[in-house]
């Protein structure tokens, strides 16, 4: 009986190693593995964030990198902004009108007297010349957006006032 | 020692289960885990693939997608380009020239007389009016970029001839 009992020991002391070796394991999948599988898609930056864009001409952060400076030869401003969840730009217009090119995340533009369009990582939409328009990262996920400059011998950007919240809520204003 | 004997099999069973459970738990984990981590990085594609580009004008298979068409409103022609490893275009001039964007990968861009320069995501290179120029991907590792035509009022593309192989491997010709 002596035997048995040590027997049954033994195993107690098995069961509770089983347990132990368990949890580690648990411990080692969750912190190897899980972490591969964020929650929330990050977005993909190509660029440096760049510098944060005066308050006086945005709603939220927006930051700017700047790609191609404007010179005589191409006469073309290209740039890269990252707008924050929530983030905007004011109103404003462009002399020679403006391309966005969105490599990542989801926004707004909206051309002045036109629903406001939401746009995505792929998306090209064109402003005119000299119309009113807006663009900014939707409430929930930040954007990426290039925008290039055309013709810039007529000029880079005339900034207005800001985007009111009832705007940048209504897709129908 | 017949209870003995009975403990002993149940012991042997309980090896066994461990063995089955380890095999499972290895299993599980290399299908769930190790496929979140690709031995080489993917390109991460921002627009559609696109049409192959002519033989005539690309040694290999380069991929063109059109983001701005020429107008007279923007003068301003954008595209896309995925040159897959060891792909390049042949020589040829712009009659504005051109800005290139390197949005993921590795890969050439040598203006003629100049030293090849090795060109990655997130770098900006430009060629000027009427200067040869070819780009392409690396041996190894393929290339995406967006390219932009200015003033395209002047014109789009004049292609030229083969860039030789003793041309694309060679860094300082």
Not at 17 to 23: E, Q, W
Not at 82 to 99: C, D, K, L, M, V
Request: hydrophobic residues 40%; charged residues 20%; positive net charge.
């Amino acid at each position: 009986m002596n035997q048995i009992k040590s027997i049954l020991a033994e195993l107690r002391k098995m069961k509770n190693i089983a347990l132990i070796l368990t949890a580690a394991f648990l411990a080692v999948f969750q912190t190897s593995c899980m972490k591969q599988v964020p929650k929330r898609k990050e977005l993909q930056f190509i660029f440096p964030k760049g510098n944060l864009g005066p308050a006086q001409n945005f709603t939220g952060n927006a930051w700017a990198t700047s790609l191609v400076a404007n010179d005589s030869t191409y006469n073309t401003v290209v740039g890269n902004v990252y707008f924050e969840p929530g983030a905007r730009s004011n109103w404003h217009t462009h002399p020679a009108g403006q391309i966005l090119i969105i490599t990542d995340g989801v926004g707004y533009h909206q051309i002045k007297g036109q629903p406001r369009e939401t746009i995505r990582k792929g998306d090209v939409v064109k402003c005119p010349p000299n119309v009113m328009h807006w663009h900014g990262a939707s409430p929930e996920i930040g954007m990426l957006q290039m925008y290039i400059l055309p013709k810039t011998e007529k000029g880079i950007v005339t900034w207005l006032y800001k985007v009111t919240d009832e705007e940048y809520n209504n897709e129908n204003k």
